[in-house]
Every structure is written in structure tokens, then in C-alpha cells.
């Protein structure tokens, strides 16, 4: 589904079936990715340790997890604390806002 909406915006996607395929995404890119978005419960590799991974790979990475277990998020890692957390369910809109807010940030759009 976020395949689907981010594309209908115009945005390119490149999805990763797990953490080991995003890393080996950012590492044949070209160019580093502008946003990762990744769920919090993964198999393997958790999207907080994946989160961790690739910004240090690509420190100016902006990053929106989503969750449908966190009731709220004072549990938060601090070295995570400019993490973006988007709860499920949510609606495309939402995630649309999202990721604007979290690319118009660092400049990637106009």
C-alpha cells in the first residue's frame, strides 16, 4: 500500500523485502536515499536496528517507522529521538504528510 500511494504522488520507490536488502540498496545507489520508511517489527533485523544501520551509512536520512503495537512512544530510544512514528492504521494522507514533512526538511522537493 505505501508502494502504491507514494507512487501515485510521483515520488520513486525502491522497496527491500528486509533489512539486509535495503542495506544492499543504499550500498549500489547511486545517489543515498532522501527518507527510509520501515516498520518496526520485522523479521531478522527490527526497523529500529535497520533505522540505526543506515544512518550510519547516510547520516542526514530522514526516517518515518510505522507501528500498529506501540500504544505510545515513551519508550523511545534517544538515539532515535528525531525519528518520525507513524501509527497504524493510518490513512494515505496521513502517510502523504509524512513523507512531505520529512523530505520538504532537508530541501529534497520543491
Sequence with gaps: ?????????????KLADGADAALAITAAAATPPALLICDIMMPKTDGLELTRQMLARVPSLNVILI???????????????????????FLNAE???????????????A
Excluded at 519508550?75 to 529521538?81: E, F, I, R, S, V
Design 95 to 109: 502517510l502523504v504528510a509524512a513523507v512531505k514533512e520529512a523530505i520538504e526538511s532537508q530541501g529534497a522537493i
Design 1 to 13: 500500500m505505501v508502494d502504491i500511494v507514494l507512487k501515485e504522488q510521483g515520488w520513486p520507490v
Design 67 to 89: 507501528s500498529g503495537h506501540l500504544a505510545d512512544s515513551a519508550w523511545w530510544p534517544a538515539d532515535l529521538g528525531r525519528i518520525r512514528l507513524l501509527k497504524k492504521p
